[in-house]
């Protein structure tokens, strides 16, 4: 097995993409997804990751005056002509070394040690490769937003950018809402979908600051830990119950507690912080930008690889251009939606 140091890395991903392109009549299926400004054709062979292609993306209308195209190879060994994935061989890794060296080169990449899990990209030709060791050879987290990587590198080629947070709307316009694991973010967007607010999604969503704040759809997956799925009455709406992921939460889609179409982008108003206050109604007041930033920059940036003076910049205009606020959240699901519905007709108008 080869060992790739940092002066063999660029070389090391050019030879997995042209590999890969020579490969590409060897492969069982090609699933393609149509998302903002982006057609998405994924080269896959059958098994867990082919099947969260087809359910966790929201498609979006087609565009053909903006929307460009670009080619991810899911690879492993026992497709023609893929070798096994080459391990790190310097003793010494840094994910900011790692990405700046391959930016030298014009190139994007990720590794994950763990796995011997290669990502790597080529904004020029919007081509990519995703090398494991076997079919389900994965980090955990990749089946809930796959190929969030290169979504992520391509849209920071054009001034976009994915990010971590959630989102609730009514009539077009939203609110952001930021906030580290277990400050209530994805409970507070299940609640509103539940009660009649609409979502671009949860976890990771795509922000343009042309004219503006947007946020558009990506990704269609939802998460619960079993105490808000069991707050939220989602045991008995949903007839298929997950079993729990690796971080030990029930996933499933907007389309399952909100069968309605998914906005095509909502135009945001404002960054909100939730918090669980405990108490029994919900209440939304100012903050400070500072502290909106630190909720909202950290976890986008160090979730995305590469990029991350970019994101910084990226993240302190965001937050210039919004309002902030903090969300102290109440324990009903049905009075916390009507909080925000309130929220937002008022800084809307």
Same mark, same amino acid.
């Given at each position: 097995?080869?060992?790739?140091?940092?002066?063999?890395?660029?070389?090391?991903?050019?030879?997995?993409?042209?590999?890969?392109?020579?490969?590409?009549?060897?492969?069982?299926?090609?699933?393609?997804?149509?998302?903002? =400004?982006?057609?998405?054709?994924?080269?896959?062979?059958?098994?867990?990751?082919?099947?969260?292609?087809?359910?966790?993306?929201?498609?979006?209308?087609?565009?053909?005056?903006?929307?460009?195209?670009?080619?991810?190879?899911?690879?492993?060994?026992?497709?023609?002509?893929?070798?096994?994935?080459?391990?790190?061989?310097?003793?010494?890794?840094?994910?900011?070394?790692?990405?700046?060296?391959?930016?030298?080169?014009?190139?994007?990449?990720?590794?994950?040690? @763990?796995?011997?899990?290669?990502?790597?990209?080529?904004?020029?030709?919007?081509?990519?490769?995703?090398?494991?060791?076997?079919? @389900?050879?994965?980090?955990?987290?990749?089946?809930? $937003?796959?190929?969030?990587?290169?979504?992520?590198?391509?849209?920071?080629?054009?001034?976009?950018?994915?990010?971590?947070?959630?989102?609730?709307?009514?009539?077009?316009?939203?609110?952001?809402?930021?906030? $580290?694991?277990?400050?209530?973010?994805?409970?507070?967007?299940?609640?509103?979908?539940?009660?009649?607010?609409?979502?671009?999604?949860?976890?990771?969503?795509?922000? @343009?600051?042309?004219?503006?704040?947007?946020?558009?759809?990506?990704?269609?997956?939802?998460?619960?830990?079993?105490?808000?799925?069991?707050?939220?009455?989602?045991?008995?709406?949903?007839?298929?119950?997950?079993?729990?992921?690796?971080?030990?939460?029930?996933?499933?889609?907007?389309?399952?507690?909100?069968? =309605?179409?998914?906005?095509?982008?909502?135009?945001?108003?404002?960054?909100?912080?939730?918090?669980?206050?405990?108490?029994?109604?919900?209440?939304?007041?100012?903050?400070?930008?500072?502290?909106?930033?630190?909720?909202?920059?950290?976890?986008?940036?160090?979730?995305?690889?590469?990029?991350?003076?970019?994101?910084?910049?990226?993240?302190?205009?965001?937050?210039?251009?919004?309002?902030?606020?903090?969300?102290?959240?109440?324990?009903?699901?049905?009075?916390?939606?009507?909080?925000?519905? @309130?929220?937002?007709?008022?800084?809307?108008?």
């Amino acid at each position: 097995m080869p060992r790739v140091t940092l002066e063999t890395l660029p070389d090391y991903a050019r030879y997995l993409i042209t590999t890969a392109e020579s490969a590409a009549k060897d492969y069982p299926a090609t699933r393609k997804v149509q998302l903002p =400004r982006l057609e998405l054709t994924a080269h896959v062979g059958p098994g867990v990751l082919a099947d969260a292609l087809g359910h966790a993306f929201v498609e979006a209308a087609q565009d053909q005056r903006e929307s460009l195209a670009c080619r991810i190879f899911i690879l492993h060994p026992g497709i023609a002509g893929i070798p096994e994935p080459a391990r790190w061989g310097d003793a010494h890794f840094t994910e900011h070394g790692f990405a700046e060296r391959l930016a030298e080169a014009g190139l994007r990449g990720h590794y994950f040690h @763990d796995l011997d899990f290669w990502q790597v990209y080529d904004p020029q030709s919007r081509t990519g490769v995703q090398l494991m060791a076997s079919a @389900d050879a994965f980090p955990p987290w990749e089946p809930t $937003a796959p190929l969030r990587a290169f979504l992520h590198w391509e849209y920071a080629a054009r001034s976009m950018r994915l990010t971590h947070a959630g989102t609730l709307g009514a009539n077009g316009k939203g609110m952001l809402l930021a906030g $580290a694991g277990g400050a209530g973010k994805s409970g507070t967007v299940a609640a509103g979908l539940l009660n009649g607010l609409d979502s671009v999604g949860d976890d990771y969503v795509l922000i @343009d600051l042309a004219g503006g704040v947007t946020a558009r759809p990506l990704f269609s997956t939802l998460k619960q830990d079993p105490r808000g799925f069991a707050r939220l009455g989602l045991k008995q709406r949903l007839s298929n119950e997950s079993p729990l992921n690796w971080q030990g939460k029930h996933t499933f889609h907007i389309a399952d507690i909100a069968p =309605r179409p998914v906005p095509a982008a909502l135009d945001i108003v404002a960054l909100v912080v939730p918090h669980i206050s405990g108490g029994e109604t919900s209440s939304i007041v100012p903050m400070s930008r500072r502290d909106a930033m630190i909720a909202l920059a950290p976890s986008g940036i160090m979730q995305m690889p590469g990029e991350r003076e970019s994101g910084f910049r990226f993240f302190g205009d965001l937050t210039r251009l919004l309002p902030s606020y903090r969300l102290s959240l109440g324990t009903h699901p049905e009075e916390i939606a009507g909080t925000i519905a @309130d929220f937002l007709t008022r800084v809307a108008s």
